[in-house]
């Protein structure tokens, strides 16, 4: 399975692009990658930004897809999807994502047969962007973006998704939804 990483948002709260900045001589977005790539289950990543970031992310060496869509991260999830098919979707700025995790959910997908495999808190908070969709949940995607619906948990919860429930996982594996929104969100990492 393609893993597509979102990388088409602003950074306001971090100030520069976070998914650049460096950390340990990489910039995020590549430790985010390594570990995708790691996965048995991924083949391959591309990335989905904005025309304007184009060329930056393809200085790292894969293959990028345009999202001119400027909605957010379900467009990034609807390019994908339109581009590559059933893909792992995951946001750009996880650099403790755990690949042992990542070949779960794709497992689940592909058992479940399901439209989505989205992990799940115990309180009912989604981690949608740490998930898989298969190519079928497009026009789903299609009519919400269309209403102006951008909210990606409503798009999941009109399809009958597969739920993983987090809190049945070690703490190690909770750590793969860490992720970077601020500058000192990134003590955390260099502990
Ligand atoms: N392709 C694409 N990716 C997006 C879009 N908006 C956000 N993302 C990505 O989705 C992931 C999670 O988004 P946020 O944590 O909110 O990142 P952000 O929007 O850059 O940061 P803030 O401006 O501080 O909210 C990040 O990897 C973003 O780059 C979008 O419109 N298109
Ligand atoms: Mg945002």
């Not at 650099?95 to 799940?120: G, H, Q």
């Not at 808190?121 to 102006?148: M, R």
């Not at 948990?153 to 998704?161: F, H």
Request: some cysteine; overall charge negative; proline content about 5%.
């Amino acid at each position: 399975m393609i893993a597509a990483v979102l990388a088409g948002g602003k950074s306001r709260r971090f100030g520069d692009d976070k998914l650049l900045y460096k950390v340990d001589g990489k910039p995020i977005v590549m430790h985010t990658i390594e570990r995708l790539l790691k996965a048995e289950n991924i083949d391959d990543v591309v990335i989905v930004t904005c025309q304007e970031k184009k060329e930056d992310f393809e200085a790292l060496g894969f293959r990028v897809l345009i999202d001119d869509l400027l909605v957010g991260p379900i467009g990034g999830i609807f390019v994908a999807l339109k581009e590559v098919g059933d893909a792992f979707i995951a946001a750009g700025d996880l650099p403790l994502i755990n690949p042992k995790f990542v070949d779960y959910i794709v497992e689940r997908f592909y058992e479940s047969k399901s439209l989505a495999c989205i992990p799940m808190w115990a309180n009912g908070y989604i981690e949608p962007l740490h998930a898989v969709y298969s190519k079928d949940f497009l026009p789903i995607l299609k009519e919400q973006i269309k209403k102006g619906e951008y909210m990606i948990r409503k798009a999941v919860e009109r399809v009958d998704p597969c739920y993983i429930l987090i809190d049945d996982f070690p703490e190690e594996f909770k750590e793969s939804f860490f992720n970077i929104n601020t500058k000192h969100d990134l003590k955390r990492l260099l502990d």
